[in-house]
């Protein structure tokens, strides 16, 4: 083989040491792709911070010139005892220099920590799950048009039963199950899903105030220990009742617009 | 030529130092901070770049226009995630623009990366305090690592005797003194950049002096 590895591991607390050495006895330069075979992924060695160029979680891209040694190493955080394996790491690939050598967007994506957020972050908890982070709620969905919009309807739920994550980018790439109320909620089922999600919403907070109301001291406690706020609850409640009154009377008219409504469909037949 | 504004650092003033190139060298500018757009994306709704880099949407449909032409970043967690940085060359390859202008996030993650991967030269921003310099030569050092060169640096924010000798010495350019001025701060939001609003003031010459660096820059 024209370009040979060596690999030698010393392993101290639960992390490998690797010691590679490509040796490459052509007269030509050899692009080389180096993976890990140790169970972790790859530590590679940092400049300033950030990982040297060509190294990435899962091993190494580069160059060996002709005639000429390389010594890399790396380390691996092992996520059991013994996975140390031998050897280390294997060439899987020797090519063309010109096509081993990773390109500045290999390096930034495949170098540098990713900056997507979590799933978690994402994807929709159930309505009462603690912590569950909203960006706006539901609420501003309905009311984004200036006239007759309560500034504070987007401001942050102070219970942190909230709602459903944030999905008003109209990208259709909606957050798997879990977001929508369970269809008990609405016997007709056909509410559209955001109107489903705000009512979910309001009732549940208007459910959390009755229960500071009326309940047991236990079911309040309860929702105290769970960081219920019970002032900002009472404040959202409120706001949530004029929305509601709101939107009952818009409806209300709507439906009423609706139903008066009668399109000539021949004559627009006719006329198309 | 597509150029980068990085810095590092979050609170310099990148965007808005980014939104004030492309009105002086009439540029698109993109905002390419994912998980925090910091330009308006105007009254209209449409694609923006998380549709871009979902590859929803063609990057000349996202564009949305008026006195600075803007490409918008998307608002949502769930656009942030299903973006795909490695797609952000074709979403800057909008035709008609002689200069795309990427104001990119702070920090030194993928995000911060991608744009310096795809530019030509990019424009560093510090403001005179030591924490957001530090920022500011780790991203030298991340742009000179993605083979990004550096046109110009911006000192941001200053209020009196600013350290740009020092300063351009450390990362590598001479560096411009940007004076803070309430006009610059709000010339995103009002939609009205410096450099038409008070075109005799410090901080549209100042603009003025980082477009003509990065035009030299461009003219190499």
């Known amino acids: 083989m024209p370009v040979t590895l060596d690999g030698r591991t010393r392993i101290e607390e639960g992390v490998a040491l690797v010691s590679l050495r490509l040796s490459n006895t052509e007269p030509i330069a050899r692009g080389v792709r180096i993976a890990n075979r140790l169970d972790g992924a790859v530590l590679p060695p940092r400049r300033r911070g950030r990982p040297e160029p060509g190294w990435s979680a899962e091993g190494f891209v580069g160059v060996v010139d002709a005639e000429d040694e390389l010594a890399l190493g790396y380390a691996c955080e092992l996520q059991s005892p013994d996975a140390g394996a031998e050897p280390p790491a294997e060439l899987v690939e020797v090519s063309d220099p010109a096509d081993a050598e990773p390109t500045p967007m290999d390096r930034a994506v495949g170098g540098l920590p990713g900056a997507r957020p979590p799933r978690d972050a994402v994807v929709a908890g159930e309505t009462g799950v603690v912590g569950t982070p909203t960006v706006r709620s539901a609420t501003s969905e309905l009311f984004t048009e200036p006239a007759g919009s309560e500034p504070d309807e987007t401001r ?39 109107v489903r999600r ?46 509601l009154a709101r939107l009952a009377d818009r409806a209300d008219a709507l439906a009423t617009r609706a139903e008066a409504c009668d399109v000539p469909v021949g004559s627009m037949e006719r006329l198309a | 030529m ?11 003033g990148k965007s808005t130092l980014a939104y004030e190139l492309g009105a002086a060298l009439d540029g698109l500018v993109v905002d390419a901070d994912l998980s925090m757009a910091d330009l308006p994306g105007g009254r209209g709704r449409g694609p923006d770049l998380h549709d871009v880099l979902a590859g929803r949407a063609d990057p000349a449909e996202a564009v949305r226009a008026g006195r600075v032409d803007v490409l918008p970043c998307g608002r949502s967690l769930t656009g942030a995630r299903l973006a795909d940085p490695r797609r952000l060359r074709e979403a800057v390859a909008v035709p008609g623009y002689e200069f795309v202008v990427v104001d990119s996030p702070a920090g030194l993650r993928a995000d911060a990366g991608a744009p310096l991967a795809v530019a030509n030269a990019c424009v560093i921003v510090a403001s005179p305090t030591a924490w957001a310099l530090a920022d500011a030569i780790a991203a030298r050092e991340l742009a000179r690592e993605l083979d990004c060169g550096l046109a110009a640096v911006a000192l941001n924010r200053v209020i009196e005797a600013p350290p740009t000798r020092a300063v351009g010495r ?51």
């Open chain 1, 156 to 194: 942050p739920n102070d219970d942190p039963g909230g709602g459903p994550g944030d999905t008003e980018d109209g990208s259709g790439d909606r957050p798997a199950a879990g977001i929508d109320p369970p269809a008990g909620d609405d016997p007709a089922g056909s509410l559209p899903p955001a």
């Open chain 1, 198 to 243: 705000y009512l979910a919403d309001a009732e549940a907070r208007i459910g959390r105030a009755e229960t500071f109301e009326t309940g047991s001291l236990t079911e309040a406690t309860e929702l105290l220990e769970a960081g219920v706020d019970p002032a900002g609850l009472a404040a959202l409640v409120a706001v949530d009742g004029r929305a």
């Open chain 2, 2 to 12: 597509i150029l980068a504004v990085a810095g590092g650092k979050g609170g310099v």
């Open chain 2, 170 to 220: 450390a990362l590598g350019a001479p560096a411009t003194a940007v004076p803070a001025d309430p006009r610059l701060g709000s010339s995103v939001e009002t939609g009205t950049p410096a450099v038409d609003a008070a075109p005799g003031s410090a901080a549209a010459r100042a603009v003025g002096e980082l477009a003509d660096a990065v035009r030299r820059c461009a003219a190499e």
